[in-house]
């Protein structure tokens, strides 16, 4: 997904707030998703945000869209050593044909 | 309620061979989709299939074909491996194939072509 880009690396401590950013390109999808990976895992539906929406709270989780700069955000509240994994933030298009950016890799630091 | 299966779990063919990957949808979900993980990257479309028919095709070359089957599971082939090929293959299900719905994915298919 070279339309759907974020920062590769994250590191944070544990109890801290983790943000990670994500920019993309197609501005017709309805909604936007992030998706944990874990290590040699498949990818789990952590939360998602319609586009009408600028902010979605969830337990502590934080999704925040900027439609006008595309630009899609996750914070994460008091991180924990269990939140170490890639995060994906995701745009479907035609269909439900998801496009995936790289990946951000959460390192929580105990 | 079963979540999306997939079979084999991991498997090592060589340059050449043909590959069989197969897929169960979560119960009820009549669409699904295959992705293409490749080591260090996001998950990159292949397939997408609703009622047996093909809705959708990434960027991928005629060596890659899928079906789907009454029952709503599906297999994704591969032939003629080449070594590029190596990566984990993503099954994923949904209710519709619409755009807003959300996408269930299985633990996948690890591909090793040596």
């Known amino acids: 997904g070279e339309d759907v880009e974020q920062s590769l690396f994250l590191s944070v401590r544990e109890g801290d707030s983790s943000v990670i950013n994500c920019t993309y390109t197609d501005s017709s999808s309805t909604y936007l998703y992030w998706y944990k990976q874990e290590p040699g895992a498949g990818l789990q539906l952590l939360t998602y945000i319609f586009s009408n929406m600028d902010m979605k709270q969830d337990q502590r989780l934080t999704v925040l869209l900027n439609k006008k700069d595309k630009h899609l955000s996750l914070r994460i509240a008091d991180t924990q050593t269990g939140d170490s994994a890639i995060y994906f933030c995701?745009?479907?298009?035609?269909?439900?044909?998801?496009?995936f950016g790289t990946g951000t890799s959460l390192t929580v630091i105990p | 309620d079963a979540g999306v299966t997939q079979s084999p779990t991991h498997l090592i063919k060589t340059r050449g061979q043909q590959v069989t990957l197969r897929c169960s949808p979560i119960?009820?979900?009549?669409?699904v989709s295959w992705y293409q993980q490749v080591l260090g990257q996001g998950p990159q479309f292949i397939f997408q299939y609703y009622e047996k028919e093909e809705r959708g095709r990434g960027n991928f070359p005629d060596r890659f074909s899928a079906r789907q089957f009454p029952n709503y599971s599906s297999e994704l082939n591969v032939n003629a491996l080449l070594l590029g090929d190596s990566a984990l293959y993503l099954c994923?299900?949904?209710?519709?194939?619409?755009?807003?719905?959300?996408?269930?994915f299985g633990e996948g298919s690890r591909l090793t072509v040596l």
């Open positions: 119960s009820g979900h009549k669409s």
């Open positions: 995701a745009d479907p298009r035609t269909g439900n044909q998801f496009y």
């Open positions: 994923a299900s949904s209710l519709d194939a619409g755009g807003a719905g959300e996408l269930f």
